[in-house]
């Protein structure tokens, strides 16, 4: 079993930046692909970004295009979503995932964090 832990989110106004970090237990095949989801209130649950651990390829979601940076600190164990400009609508609990596939929708990943609210005011 892979804990992920999961930091830095908070109420911010719009415009601000944030940045959330996420520290999985341990690293296996399992953990090769880290991602970010966001699930707002009454809405599915979105993907953010995904990055590898061996050589940082990342994807972005259309939400985040542009505006997020994915990152990971090998020697800290850590990944990192930076998030710029923020709106109202990106409001929403974000979950850090990790995963064994190079994918981008919730099923393919094994291990989950708690989720961190994120809460931008207008």
């Known amino acids: 079993q892979v804990l992920l832990t999961e930091s830095g989110g908070g109420l911010v106004q719009a415009g601000d930046s944030l940045r959330l970090s996420c520290t999985p237990s341990?690293?296996?095949?399992?953990?090769?692909?880290m991602a970010w989801f966001r699930q707002a209130p009454g809405k599915e649950r979105d993907f953010v970004a995904a990055?590898?651990?061996?050589?940082?390829?990342?994807h972005y979601g259309a939400n985040a295009m542009g505006r997020f940076t994915i990152s990971t600190d090998n020697a800290r164990n850590a990944v990192f979503l930076r998030m710029d400009g923020l709106k109202a609508e990106d409001t929403a609990v974000y979950s850090c995932?990790?995963?064994?596939?190079?994918?981008?929708?919730?099923?393919?990943?094994?291990?989950w964090g708690q989720g961190i609210q994120v809460t931008v005011s207008s």
């Open positions: 990055i590898t651990w061996s050589d940082h390829m990342t």
């Open positions: 995932a990790a995963g064994s596939t190079w994918a981008f929708t919730p099923d393919n990943y094994h291990y």
């Open positions: 341990t690293r296996t095949w399992r953990t090769t692909v």
